[in-house]
């Protein structure tokens, strides 16, 4: 029996666990293939039948996982910048940590979805320096250098003080922040106390503030260690953020999101969730997390 038979047939029996367990221990191309044999063998739409015979948590997880990553994550920056005020630690999250090549099609598939171009839809929730780190990082193009040339990067910093006035130049930290590879963003911090015996993240709290300062904090965690990033967001246990880490790591670096976690809180995640989450939602988180 095929998945998507064997999930007709679970929707139809009320075996709501056994949908959930099928669903959440699949790959996603091998999700969408199954929504496409759904509406091909049924004439249902998969995800309209979810929505109507699943409910509450369990829901809301199997719907995420049957989108492509790319519509998913357009999903959640369109939750954040739409509802009663900005979530910016929800939109800083998802442009921090994907590649400029996902961040592109997230772009195309966001004006298809939403009717508006992401641009215009973050530069009208948001300003200042804020608003220039996340629109440089989501039209350019970050380099992928995974070996930073020292010399290079020294002379990016001495750049970063390096204006007629003598001050530093934030509009130069917005740019070298959304266009260097991780590992160049790495050996600039480094560098930079070095020189000038200052840490970078001080003078950016100092010279900019605000929401601007709290991402490039954040995107400093990430790239540090995404592990520990995506743990102690986990930690929280708030159901938004269980879905979204658990659907979009699962294929990604669950591995390295568990050993940070047991680092961390002395604890297995999986323990954790199975003593946290009930029902046929827990089952969907767990399978993810093994993942």
């Given at each position: 029996?095929?998945?998507?038979?064997?999930?007709?047939?679970?929707?139809?029996?009320?075996?709501?666990?056994?949908?959930?367990?099928?669903?959440?221990?699949?790959?996603?191309?091998?999700?969408?293939?199954?929504?496409?044999?759904?509406?091909?063998?049924?004439?249902?739409?998969?995800?309209?039948?979810?929505?109507?015979?699943?409910?509450?948590?369990?829901?809301?997880?199997?719907?995420?996982?049957?989108?492509?990553?790319?519509?998913?994550?357009?999903?959640?920056?369109?939750?954040?910048?739409?509802?009663?005020?900005?979530?910016?630690?929800?939109?800083?999250?998802?442009?921090?940590?994907?590649?400029?090549?996902?961040?592109?099609?997230?772009?195309?598939?966001?004006?298809?979805?939403?009717?508006?171009?992401?641009?215009?839809?973050?530069?009208?929730?948001?300003?200042?320096?804020?608003?220039?780190?996340?629109?440089?990082?989501?039209?350019?193009?970050?380099?992928?250098?995974?070996?930073?040339?020292?010399?290079?990067?020294?002379?990016?910093?001495?750049?970063?003080?390096?204006?007629?006035?003598?001050?530093?130049?934030?509009?130069?930290?917005?740019?070298?922040?959304?266009?260097?590879?991780?590992?160049?963003?790495?050996?600039?911090?480094?560098?930079?106390?070095?020189?000038?015996?200052?840490?970078?993240?001080?003078?950016?709290?100092?010279?900019?503030?605000?929401?601007?300062?709290?991402?490039?904090?954040?995107?400093?965690?990430?790239?540090?260690?995404?592990?520990?990033?995506?743990?102690?967001?986990?930690?929280?246990?708030?159901?938004?953020?269980?879905?979204?880490?658990?659907?979009?790591?699962?294929?990604?670096?669950?591995?390295?999101?568990?050993?940070?976690?047991?680092?961390?809180?002395?604890?297995?995640?999986?323990?954790?969730?199975?003593?946290?989450?009930?029902?046929?939602y827990q089952l969907g988180l767990t399978i993810l997390a093994q993942k």
């Amino acid at each position: 029996m095929g998945d998507a038979e064997e999930i007709h047939n679970s929707l139809e029996n009320k075996e709501i666990g056994k949908v959930v367990e099928i669903i959440c221990s699949r790959t996603n191309e091998q999700r969408i293939k199954i929504a496409e044999a759904y509406i091909s063998n049924f004439g249902i739409d998969l995800k309209k039948e979810i929505e109507s015979k699943l409910s509450g948590d369990a829901k809301d997880l199997v719907l995420g996982c049957l989108l492509p990553p790319v519509d998913f994550d357009a999903g959640e920056i369109n939750k954040s910048i739409k509802g009663a005020g900005t979530d910016e630690d929800l939109l800083s999250e998802i442009i921090a940590s994907r590649s400029s090549s996902h961040l592109s099609q997230v772009k195309n598939r966001y004006q298809e979805l939403y009717g508006e171009t992401l641009d215009k839809a973050i530069v009208g929730d948001t300003s200042g320096y804020y608003q220039k780190i996340l629109i440089a990082i989501i039209n350019g193009k970050r380099s992928e250098n995974p070996y930073p040339n020292t010399q290079k990067m020294k002379e990016i910093v001495e750049k970063l003080k390096g204006g007629e006035d003598g001050k530093y130049q934030k509009d130069f930290f917005v740019q070298c922040f959304a266009t260097c590879s991780f590992g160049e963003i790495i050996t600039i911090c480094r560098l930079f106390e070095k020189i000038y015996k200052e840490n970078i993240l001080d003078v950016i709290k100092k010279e900019i503030g605000g929401d601007a300062f709290d991402f490039f904090k954040l995107l400093l965690h990430y790239i540090s260690n995404p592990g520990s990033f995506f743990a102690e967001k986990l930690h929280n246990f708030k159901e938004n953020d269980l879905n979204r880490i658990l659907i979009s790591r699962s294929e990604v670096n669950m591995d390295e999101i568990r050993e940070a976690y047991k680092e961390l809180y002395k604890t297995d995640l999986i323990d954790d969730l199975k003593s946290k989450i009930k029902d046929e939602y827990q089952l969907g988180l767990t399978i993810l997390a093994q993942k």
